[in-house]
């Protein structure tokens, strides 16, 4: 049986998910950006030596103007340092507003304290012949009941 990332690796190489490989860089350039600028950008990509990138606010687009320099040079080490980028190359900079949003937005942690009565009364029957998992059984049986 294929490993999951033999697989996924071969599914990258097919000529109908070329574009995989460039998402994979795509986000590796928006990660290696400061987390104010990774809040203004929805998404990137490079066409025709240009790189694209759109907004998830119209009020980042002055801010992000004044460092198109640092989009390209950004790139450029980038795919100096990683051999799947290397081909990642661009000259000029377009920035557009987008109706996406950031497809990066960190999610705010949800409540995770469960709203729901425990079921569990402690009761079941220890059929082990082992002393050792007699003892363990005989543990959790008393969190259980601890826990009422």
Do not use: W
């Not at 998402?23 to 998404?43: D, E, G, N, V």
């Not at 450029?76 to 950031?102: E, I, M, P, W």
Request: proline fraction near 4%.
């Amino acid at each position: 049986m294929k490993r999951a990332n033999t697989i996924l690796s071969h599914i990258q190489n097919l000529p109908q998910f070329r574009l995989l490989k460039s998402h994979y860089c795509y986000q590796k350039f928006i990660s290696l950006l400061t987390p104010r600028f990774q809040k203004a950008i929805a998404f990137v990509y490079v066409r025709e030596d240009t790189l694209f990138v759109a907004l998830s606010h119209p009020g980042f687009k002055m801010e992000l103007n004044y460092n198109k320099e640092l989009f390209i040079s950004l790139l450029t080490l980038l795919g100096k340092s990683d051999a799947q980028c290397k081909n990642l190359k661009a000259s000029k900079v377009v920035l557009f507003n987008s109706r996406y949003r950031s497809i990066f937005k960190e999610s705010t942690p949800s409540d995770t304290v469960p709203h729901y009565q425990e079921m569990a009364s402690g009761e079941f029957s220890i059929q082990s012949q082992d002393p050792d998992l007699e003892d363990a059984f005989l543990r959790i049986q008393s969190i259980i009941k601890g826990g009422q």
